[in-house]
């Protein structure tokens, strides 16, 4: 039985100088057969194993995780959560998660910092205008709240930015979903984590998939550098290795895996109490509570597992904001990395069935996945459990490519590919 | 970011070329006969490899030319380059 976080354990936990804080998760050796086993213990993984525990009463589960929890690309994202999309079968997906996030540091009973700051997507150009106020119309029609803002009203929501209309992309205008934020990404996977295996779920760290057994049609089991574990149903959350697991089983998906980078700079006091993206010059930045500037940089254009990303990419980031942000020019930056991110050709995510009985894909989430990881794994363990997509994720089954029913979101993916 | 030798002008930084993606996949030769399952396979399923992979390249700021690539996706490493046409080298 966990205990309850909260403010009387803080005090209490005070007093023994924090030194007897019950374990937030268990270190188990993988049994030898589970109901189901995901893999990949990022934030959808343990999230999907959260509710599968949770809704659907499956608890002789395991997740199995290549390295640490949390430490692939949810701990290298830019935290931005927004649910402003296009078409409909996305405002469905994406605004689940949204309202799922909303009650979500109640939910699990950990902190996950969940901040409604608002997202603004600036306007550069004449059909940016267009597009945007598009999406603003649909948006609403889907009961998302969105708004159109003028530039006078972009420079008063947020007046660090410049917007002058002698740069080379002037800010025409910009849309902004109020409800949108960012939250703390560690927390998500810590937090799901620790539920997940207060339910009894078998958090394996340090456990590779080496191979998929089939037998026939069927799956059933996993080799890992742990050994072999049997099991009839396995959920593939592993972002950019998808097609890595997906060569394994002997298929192929439609995702090409690539570097995205983000950094971030010194901390500094508050300036920017928002997030801003900029799809046309691409430039998106928000500040975390530690004071340091979050910045979104591009992908780069080719098929890589390297996660480092090139520097041009960077640079071109770099003189998109300072051009926005004369302010920042002084500013030097700490950190930077790169992620590895499995694009889908429509830019939109796949959580299916397969062919093969007892697999399923969670994947294809690109450049925008941190936004969904509450619905995401509410969804997919709606998937795994019933064999049968929830209707908020019918429309992500990998047979869009076939049937060509695809879910075009380009325009609202904010990263340009 | 890396450099590629094009075989047409040398080597050159990678952000001179554009990726064409996985190399070798033949369009078909009767496009009316396919069913939705091998169009669906032949624009969309990539291998995606971890490792090795055979892939196109286009000298977008430079001569414009196609050609195929060897390069190794998990350290940006390249292997070989070859025309458009000509058979991968064997190693």
Known sequence: MKNNYSIFSLLKNSISYHENWQQAWRDPEPKKEYDAVIVGGGGHGLATAYYLAKKHNMKNIAVVEKGWIGGGNTGRNTTIIRSNYLWDASAGLYDHALKLWENLSQEINYNVMFSQRGVMNLAHNLQDVRDLKRRTHANRLNGIDAVWL?????????????????????????????????????????????????????????????????????????????????????????????????????????????????????????????????????????????????????????????????????????????????????????RQWGGIVDICPDASPIISKTNIKGLYFNCGWGTGGFKATPGSGDLFAHTIANDEPHKLNASFNINRFVSGDLVDEHGAAAVAH | ?????????????????????????????????????????????????????????????????????????????????????????QK
Request: aromatic content about 8%; proline content about 5%.
């Open chain 1, 150 to 334: 003028s530039t006078e009203e972009v420079k008063k929501f947020c007046p660090i930015i410049n917007t002058s209309p002698d740069i080379r992309y002037p800010v025409l205008g910009g849309t902004l979903q109020r409800r949108a934020g960012t939250a703390r990404h560690d927390a998500v996977a810590w937090g799901y984590a620790r539920g997940a295996d207060a339910m009894g779920v078998d958090i394996i760290q340090n456990c590779e998939v080496k191979g998929i057994k089939r037998n026939g049609n069927a799956v059933e089991g996993i080799e890992t550098n742990k050994g072999f574990i049997k099991t009839k149903k396995i959920g593939v959350v592993a972002a950019g290795h998808s097609s890595v697991i997906a060569n394994m089983a002997g298929i192929r998906l439609p995702l090409e895996s690539k570097p995205l980078q983000a950094l971030v700079s010194e901390p500094v006091k508050p300036i920017i109490d928002t997030v801003v993206m900029s799809n046309a010059v691409h430039a998106y930045v928000s500040q975390s509570d530690k004071g340091e500037l979050v910045i979104g940089a591009g992908t780069d254009a080719y098929v890589s597992y390297t996660q480092r990303g090139s520097h041009d990419v960077v640079e071109g980031t770099l003189k998109a904001i300072l051009e926005l942000y004369p302010i920042f020019s002084r500013m030097k930056m700490l």
């Open chain 2, 1 to 89: 970011m890396f450099i590629i030798t094009c075989p047409f002008c040398g080597e050159r930084d990678q952000s001179e070329f554009s990726a064409g993606g996985e190399a070798h996949i033949v369009r078909p030769k009767q496009p009316t006969e396919l069913s939705d399952d091998e169009w669906a396979d032949f624009l969309f399923m990539r291998k995606n490899i971890k490792g090795v992979q055979f892939e196109r390249w286009n000298h977008a700021h430079g001569c414009r030319k196609w050609f195929n690539v060897i390069r190794d996706t998990s350290n940006d490493k390249i292997h070989a380059v070859y025309k458009m046409g000509e058979k991968p080298p």
